[in-house]
């Protein structure tokens, strides 16, 4: 009877969560496993749009590319939200509020706007490149965008919130008596922070993680913008295979490749961060 009230509640979300995430899903997989003739579905089961997909060395490369600027994304705004994060939890400054501001600023202004601003200063006449030459510090333009460099830059900026975010919720709940306790037992403060803050911060750390590693790999907009269709991502060649080849079996293959992928790495990780947090309690 206890359990009448909850599922009652509870059955609104489930039915929303399988009519807009799981049926798609379903559905998308079904278009994967079919064929496709004159623009029209077969419904007979083949994989021969997966076997294309990894027999192909262009898509293998592309998915190659698009893994490892999800981690390269991930792991520079873990380095460049740690310590804003850290810096959030613990100070006591009164330009707090206006630091969180600051962090949270971006998130108001759209995607786009933010990918513009981006051209605007790494453009081979962009700001950067026009200042350097004018002052005679180089003869020609850096490249600083149409290239994995910038499209880096601008994913930093647009998903580091994210990771400041998980970051900063998960290191105010450290008690600081803890700390102290460690300095009081004669640790000192880098070591009080390697063995106590540090470990305790792993939750955070795989939240903010697997957020901005998630949202990286499947960016669209960034790479069309900052890398003018000269950085490959998968994300593009979906939408090139559906919407300007209209295969939309192929797409749907590629699709569903970079999510399984995704999710077996994003396991993976998790399943690591569970054993170093078993091994430090």
Request: glycine fraction near 6%; charged fraction near 10%; hydrophobic fraction near 55%.
């Amino acid at each position: 009877m206890r359990r009448g009230p909850g599922a009652v509640l509870l059955g609104p979300y489930v039915l929303l969560l399988l009519l807009f995430f799981l049926t798609p899903l379903v559905l998308m997989l079904l278009i994967s496993v079919s064929r496709q003739s004159f623009g029209e579905l077969e419904w007979t089961v083949t994989l021969h749009h997966y076997a294309r997909f990894f027999s192909d060395s262009y898509y293998l490369s592309v998915l190659w590319d698009t893994l490892l600027l999800g981690l390269i994304t991930t792991a520079c705004a873990l380095l460049l939200g740690y310590p804003i994060a850290y810096h959030l939890s613990f100070t006591r400054s009164r330009w707090k509020p206006m630091l969180i501001v600051f962090i949270l600023s971006p998130l108001l202004v759209g995607i786009v706007i933010r990918c513009y601003g981006w051209m605007i200063l790494l453009a081979d006449r962009g700001l950067i490149n026009a200042t350097l030459t004018e002052h005679g510090w180089i003869t020609k333009p850096l490249p600083l965008m149409y290239n994995k460099f910038g499209v880096t830059l601008a994913l930093v900026h647009v998903f580091l919130p994210f990771m400041v975010l998980s970051l900063t919720g998960v290191l105010k709940r450290i008690d600081p008596q803890l700390v102290e306790a460690s300095k009081t037992l004669g640790a000192s403060p880098r070591r009080a922070f390697f063995e106590v803050t540090l470990p305790l911060s792993l939750p955070g750390i795989l939240a903010g993680s697997l957020l901005v590693f998630s949202l990286a790999i499947s960016s669209f907009v960034v790479p069309i913008l900052v890398g003018g269709f000269k950085v490959h991502v998968l994300p593009m060649i979906v939408y090139e295979q559906v919407l300007s080849v209209f295969d939309w079996p192929f797409g749907a293959a590629n699709a569903f490749v970079l999510l399984v992928i995704s999710i077996v790495l994003i396991a993976v990780y998790i399943k690591v961060t569970e054993r170093a947090l078993r091994g430090i309690v």
